[in-house]
């Protein structure tokens, strides 16, 4: 790189000619360096013996001024020293360039063109400045905090979103956005808690920075217990995120709580989040929790408690169009009808529509069932589902077989209501060979000759199995458990077989009566 | 109805056609698969839309007729020699089928058309043998689950709160399939260790709240590594206290203090106390103590009693839907709490439970599902299949002196002619192997075809394989009611592997054993037992 020494002995050793542009800062460097030492490189490039006297004596002095050997010597000789040093226009060597290191996005600064570097500099400069100054909104806060006691602190408006530009900027300066609660001057006074993985963790998720850095500050509020509006707000934004995190909608039920934030509010706002997550289930009892809270605070008022009825059933209606067999929509169904006594007609009326647009949704069965069966208006309270309650109402009961039959003449096949009659008879005490007739019409087993078999549901068979059992008629009740197992209901053959050995054990019958009360 | 078949290289789509007369007879039973098939290949088109099943029709753009065969299956000649074998109750559609067309019947159709190409030995990428079963893939399986423990991408962060849960089914497949899981051990202790909570329990991870999922997650996953370390990083004390915390004077637990209560809380509970060997008795601390309600196990049963519906089944709570899901739950509490020849017929309608859990299968796809007009899912075969080895336990042990259970108890020979078992192995394994086995380079196990492998289903479908292709044993010790709540009944049980000549696998795809109450391989459960039991009281 360094262009040939003059040859001429007495001439001034020229510095080697900067180029006018330099490709990156750290050649404008070098060249400087070496521009700093002009006798240096002569002798690098002529050799010590080929130096012309003065140009060797000049080569002493700058290597003393290099090594800073003169600074020993005596005041007279050092200015001696100097004298020369001037006369001789050896210029003052400069260290040598210092390693620049990397910037953020881990290039190396060397790399930059010099107006680069010039700008480079300028925004951390900039950068400095605002980080001081943002230090200093910091100091200020804390310092009124601590006088206040940890009460919230007044700051102007102003103050705070001058301060939070001032950090979206040194985001913007710094190359990397800033985290949003980093930035947001009134989460300040928390230091968030990073997660604790474990050495080598398993199945560790690489978390977006913004998951991670709120979980940092939900983590830190949970260890000091903090139930403010600000925490509402956080934990709305990890449920955006992650709907299925229980910590966060539990500590989100004890923030309402503690503030008493209105639950009309928050149910919409959960509507909004079911509708989104259909499959996620902690925003059931959620609602839960908060239908718990509300309850008490409008038992005594009919209007309020049918409004709430009313905007329930429409909410559960539109889960239901997405998905009418919902498990976690049911379950807090049944919820409701037990805490707002919802056991009327409206409430069957409801299911009917579900069970008038898919007749074997069993959900809608199931909670009919309970809707009907569990009514504290003429129920034993705490009767088991699968036990006899006498104070079941006989029209109830017939109602109930009235309603299940028509729906067995739309799709024998559907096992829904064939299993509802049985549910009903059980509940009202009744024989399973009360409805022998009805479950007749689905099944006509062959005649001796083997002729005239016509069987339009496997349900009916095994009804009428049990029937023939309870009655028994054990060579029916086997021919019909036989037609299940080799033809009609082929899968459970195993079932049928043992239903055939209990019929041989003449248990059949008393199995039937076996109830959850009778064995206890 | 017509259901466009999804597989690449299809040309045709499969035609479900309803039964007119709702008098018609159904097809013989004797009409196999390939019998069908032949008469859709060899008839008029139009005698076709007069059989009840499903008949093939040609998409405009077909051209090649009813290539059932080679349109796009595979090898013919593999695919007759296979279908020959494979009995027509898997490859043919219910005899009995309602004209009705719901919501419900419209999904239910669609699942069997979509299962029936690999029930059949019909599927591309899959291999069958002479059954027409394929192998269990364990050279895709195993990497799947090894993976599934490895750092997850970003998206994962919806299972930010369930982690443990890929720490026990990963862990539970793996060793169902023959790998050591004690590779994991340290890797295990140092990734739990900051996910247990002082206050007892653990949490879905690091400064989450503590709840019984995640904990019963992390204490089995301990335990299946075991060794001392792992064992004894379990905060036992912490855990009595919280699990008093979260008992209810109802008898219920609670997931988490404040959280939901369901019948997995009752499992999970009672599967800590027990594997850990905590004290019984209810802290005076906790909020549901009262002189008539002492210890973390009163009203328990009685609670769960209350779970089961009028259908049989049992519900995740009273009131609520009969679902598979919380069958297991209940029966494997119950095993828990005492000798299950004694505690299910006390607390449960055996014959209407049993009732409703066999209805839970369905042919042709085999499999079961979780609830009454749902579709089959593999995660069933754990959750309704691992049911039966419970009942069958309390149906076959020697007679209990209690004379109510012994009305419907059923001597040994009896379900030895039953091929030993209460509902269609055969069925089962059928369609595990056949349909929820991802064919792809993916791997692991799932739901059914059309949905992807996840390790829930992959672990949940291996047990319910282990389950199907195993006997249990409750070996029973004296006179069950006078043992009361012996706590020591889950820990007497012992497995054979079940042979049979018509055996539908082959020997290298049988799976190790689970233990049917805790789900973790045989053995792990009694070491932890084992030695929390030498421990002092604390
Ligand atoms: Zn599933």
């Known amino acids: 790189m360094a262009p040939k020494a003059p040859k001429a002995p007495k001439a001034q050793p020229k510095a080697p000619d900067p180029p006018e542009e330099y490709p990156t800062i750290s050649a404008k460097l070098q060249a400087e360096y070496l521009a700093s030492r002009p006798y240096q490189v002569l002798k690098d490039t002529k050799g010590l013996s080929n130096l012309s006297a003065s140009e060797k004596a000049a080569y002493a002095n700058y290597r003393f001024l290099e090594t800073g050997v003169w600074k020993t010597w005596g005041a007279a000789q050092q200015k001696e020293f100097l004298k020369t040093v001037e006369t001789q226009k050896i210029p003052t060597p400069l260290p040598l360039p210092r390693d620049l290191g990397r910037d953020n996005k881990g290039r190396e600064i060397a790399s930059y063109t010099p107006e680069g570097f010039a700008q480079f500099r300028k925004k951390e400069r900039q950068l400095s400045g605002l980080r001081r100054e943002s230090a200093r909104f910091r100091e200020r806060r804390e310092k009124a905090r601590r006088k206040q006691k940890g009460r919230g602190i007044e700051d102007s408006e102003g103050e705070i979103e001058d301060e939070r530009n001032r950090r979206k900027f040194i985001g913007v300066l710094q190359g990397k956005k800033m985290g949003i609660y980093e930035g947001d001057p009134r989460w300040d006074d928390v230091v968030p808690i990073p997660q604790d993985d474990g050495e080598g963790a398993l199945a560790a998720i690489a978390y977006s920075d913004e998951y991670a850095e709120a979980m940092g500050y939900l983590r830190a509020v949970m260890a000091a217990k903090e139930h403010s509006p600000r ?128 007749v074997r949704n069993n959900s809608a069965w199931s909670h009919r069932f309970f809707v009907v069966f569990s009514d504290p208006a003429y129920c034993t309270p705490g009767s088991a589902a699968t036990a006899h309650d006498p104070r079941i109402p006989a029209d109830i009961a017939d109602r109930e077989i009235g309603f299940a039959k ?69 060579a029916k009740a086997d021919t019909a458990l036989r037609l299940l197992g080799d033809k009609y209901d082929r899968i459970r053959r195993n079932y049928w077989e043992w239903r055939r050995g209990l019929l041989d054990a003449g248990v059949e019958g008393k199995m039937k009566g076996l109830s959850v009360e009778d064995v206890s | 109805m017509t259901f466009p078949i999804k597989e690449k290289g299809h040309r045709h789509r499969v035609v479900f056609k309803r039964r007119r007369m709702p008098g018609t007879n159904p097809p ?131 299972a930010d709160a369930s982690r443990p849960w890929m720490f026990y089914w990963a862990l539970t497949g793996l060793y169902a399939m023959g790998e050591d899981i004690t590779q994991y051990r340290d890797r295990l202790i140092s990734t739990v260790r900051p996910i247990q909570n002082a206050t007892g329990g653990f949490g879905g991870g690091n400064g989450q709240m503590s709840h019984l999922a995640p904990t019963y997650a992390i204490t089995l996953s301990l335990a299946m590594v075991g060794g001392e370390e792992a064992l004894d990083l379990i905060d036992r004390k912490a855990m009595w206290k919280w699990l008093g915390a979260l008992k209810q004077s109802n008898g219920a637990f609670q997931m988490s203090i404040g959280g939901e209560e369901d019948v997995r809380g009752a499992y999970c509970a009672v599967v800590l106390i027990s594997i850990l060997g905590l004290p019984l008795e209810l802290s005076p601390e906790s909020p549901s103590w009262s002189p008539e309600h002492t210890t973390l196990l009163s009203g328990l049963p009685e609670w769960v009693a209350k779970c089961q519906t009028f259908e049989g089944g049992i519900s995740g709570k009273p009131d609520a839907e009969s679902h598979g899901a919380y069958a297991f739950c209940a029966l494997a509490c119950l095993c828990i709490l005492g000798d299950p020849r004694a505690i299910i017929p006390k607390y449960l309608d055996v014959p209407r439970l049993i009732s409703w859990l066999s209805a839970r299968q369905y042919a042709p796809e085999g499999g079961f599902a979780g609830r009454t007009n749902k579709l089959v899912d593999g995660c069933y075969s754990h959750w309704v299949g691992g049911c039966w080895p419970l009942l069958e336990a309390c149906l076959e042990g020697p007679s209990p002196s209690h004379s109510s259970s012994e009305s419907y108890s059923i001597k040994k020979p009896a379900l030895e002619a039953l091929g030993r078992s209460l509902y269609s192995r055969e069925g089962l394994i059928r369609y595990i192997l056949c349909c929820c086995q991802d064919e792809t380079k993916r791997g692991g196990l799932r739901d059914k075809p059309s949905h992807n492998s996840d390790s829930y289903h992959t672990c949940y479908v291996l047990a319910g394989l282990s389950s199907a292709q195993h006997k249990w044993h409750f070996n029973a010790t004296g006179n069950p009611m006078e043992a009361g709540l012996t706590r020591s009944s889950a820990y007497q049980w012992t497995s054979e592997k079940v042979v049979e000549d018509s055996q539908i696998y082959d020997e290298e795809d049988r799976v190790r054993t689970l233990h049917p109450v805790f789900v973790i391989p045989e053995g792990a459960a009694e070491e932890a037992r084992a030695h929390f039991s030498s421990k002092e009281a604390f």
């Open chain 1, 231 to 358: 925490v509402l707000d956080l934990t709305e934004h990890i449920i955006s995120m992650n709907a299925a995190h229980y910590t966060v909608w539990l500590y989100r039920a004890s923030t309402l709580f503690a503030l008493e934030y209105p639950i009309d509010k928050e149910l919409s706002w959960v509507n909004e989040v079911a509708l989104e997550n259909q499959k996620n289930y902690q925003i059931w009892h959620h609602r839960q929790l908060l239908i718990d809270t509300l309850y008490p605070t409008i038992s005594s008022d009919p209007t309020a408690i049918h409004a709430l009825e009313t905007s329930e059933r429409d909410f559960m209606t539109q889960m239901f169009d997405q998905d009418a067999k919902n498990y976690h929509v049911w379950s807090y169904r049944q919820y409701l009808v037990r805490k707002l006594n919802l056991f009327n007609t409206t409430e069957l009326q409801s299911i009917e529509v579900l069970l008038r647009s898919d």
């Open chain 1, 406 to 474: 028509a729906a067995t003449f739309e799709a024998p096949q559907n096992q829904s209501p064939w299993n509802y009659i049985r549910g009903v008879l059980r509940k009202a005490g009744r024989e399973l060979a009360s409805l022998e007739a009805f479950a007749e019409e689905f099944v006509k087993l062959p005649s001796e000759s083997g002729e005239g078999e016509d069987v339009r549901s496997s349900h009916a068979l095994d009804f009428l199995a049990d029937v023939w059992a309870e009655k028994d008629e054990t």
């Open chain 2, 28 to 158: 013989s039973s004797s009409a196999s698969a390939s019998s069908t098939l032949d008469r859709a290949l060899s008839s008029d088109p139009q005698d076709l839309h007069q059989q009840p099943g499903f008949v093939i029709e040609e998409l405009p753009s077909g051209d090649e007729g009813l290539d059932f065969l080679s349109g796009g299956l595979g090898h013919p000649v593999a695919m007759a020699t296979s279908a020959a074998m494979i009995p027509d109750l898997f490859t043919t559609p219910p005899c009995i089928r309602d004209p009705l067309n719901t919501g419900t019947s419209q999904l239910q159709d669609e699942t069997i058309q979509e299962c029936l190409p690999y029930l059949s030995g019909a599927e591309y990428g899959l291999e069958y043998n002479a059954q027409g079963v394929p192998h269990l893939d364990r050279k895709r399986h195993i990497p799947f689950l090894h993976k599934s423990l490895r750092n997850l991408p970003a998206p994962y962060v919806v």
